[in-house]
């Protein structure tokens, strides 16, 4: 798995306290990297849900009045919500968060970083906010995000590096310490199809798959016009995506493998049985319609309960081949996989009370109320164990496709996602063919260093 190992000096807060009143804008940080734990010494904590009950001089003195603003999906603020009022009650550390006005604003994950901006929007901007891993490098370097580290911060990141899944923290781990809470381990996709016309094993196979569509008068889904999705031939034949941001190098896409991975998606964007996604759940509802055979869905848009006892499968993505007529060696198609996170604005004027609310939106106990409520995949070990979420249809079929062919979603430019969609626009319009497969352009082009003709 790539791996993000972005650099950045940490900023530090200081501590205040007036008399037995907590300020709200206790930064927690202390004086500086040398305050509050080594990584060598996070094993000491062990309430990983609630680590700052290890902190000796930690009190439970109330907080004075202040207000946390959050950036956070629609869908789950409801839940968020609630969970705030047991936040405040007598019963979480004594009332200590009591007079602590929490406040959600509606924004998707994908479009914080937009939000962000510059500098001074990111003072404007929420205490807190949840984005996806791939956004996480670009945070650390903009110094967006507010490292936990410090006399209160390092408490978070021992609790995060325990009770959360390795390939979430390395996203976010810097020297030993981290950047963001993980909320979910879940952002990525499968296959879903119609039991009524493809056996389990037919699915397997995406020439199968569109040979019955041919037969059957009903489509294949795949939204090829996206940066997140137009790759996975090229992942199926072994092309590697370099994750270093600005340093970043896609030599990859120009070699064998990526001739091969073209070849590839030439074949498939013209064959006139597959069509692009038309939005959110449009595979599930056309196999529901009657309309589609099978495609591409995210774990957002997973069939429900009752659309899968109507017939929608689930399973990884399905192998494919090169050649024209079908014949030769068969690959996986491959496909991203991620995580959100929650992040806390490096200008926020509260940090350790935005710590306090972070780490309460995404312990285990939150992101197994939000797998409850969601069905959203948790980062959390002990949650993913559980015999439920293992069993979770839409998660299973995640999980079997980032196993089968996944490529984690790590420190990626901007400019990959606007070169690689192009490079999809110009095999529709037939400027890239099998005899100018383009790649040295497409190379560039993810680079930013192609110009404008």
Known sequence: MKKLLATLLASTM??????????????????????????????????????????????????????????????IIPTFEAMMETFKSADYHEGKYADVTVNFEAKEEGKVQDALGTDASVAASADLF????????????????????????????????????????????????????????????????NKSD?????????????????????????DYGSGYYLP???????????????KSKFDSFNSPEAELGAKAMIKYINNSNIIKSTGNGSSVKGIMDGEVIAGFCGTWEAPTEEQRNAGVGLKKLPMFTVNA????????????????????????????????????????????????????GPSNKTIAAREDVQNNPSLKAYLAQATAGGVAQGDIMGSYWSGIQTYADDISNGKVTLTNLGLANLVKAMAGMLEAE
């Open 14 to 75: 200081a501590l205040t306290a007036i008399g037995g009143l907590v300020a709200c804008g206790d930064g927690g940080e202390g004086s500086g990297a040398e305050a509050g734990l080594k990584p060598a010494d996070f094993s000491k904590v062990t309430h990983l849900d609630d680590p700052l009950l290890d902190k000796e001089d930690e009190t439970n003195a109330k907080v004075a009045a202040c207000t946390i603003s959050v950036w956070a999906p629609a869908e």
């Open 130 to 193: 949840f984005f996806p891993s791939d956004h996480t490098g670009n945070m650390i370097r903009n110094n967006w995000l507010l490292p936990l580290r410090g006399a209160t911060g390092s408490y978070y990141s021992a609790a995060v590096m325990q009770r959360d899944d390795k390939g979430c923290t390395d996203v976010v781990n810097q020297n030993g310490y981290a950047y963001a809470f993980p909320a979910t381990n879940d952002n990525g996709y499968y296959l879903v199809y």
């Open 198 to 222: 493809l056996t389990e094993d037919e699915a397997d196979n995406l020439d199968t798959i569109l040979a019955k569509a041919e037969e059957k008068e009903k489509k294949f889904v795949w």
């Open 232 to 246: 996975t031939f090229f992942f199926g034949t072994g092309v590697e995506l370099d994750m270093r941001g600005p």
């Open 325 to 376: 007529d079908n014949s030769g060696t068969k690959y996986q198609m491959g496909g991203f996989y991620g995580g959100k996170y929650c992040g806390i604005n490096s200008n926020t004027k509260n940090a350790a009370v935005a710590m306090a609310v972070a780490n309460y939106l995404t312990n285990s106990a939150a992101q197994l109320k939000r797998f409850e409520v969601q069905q959203t």
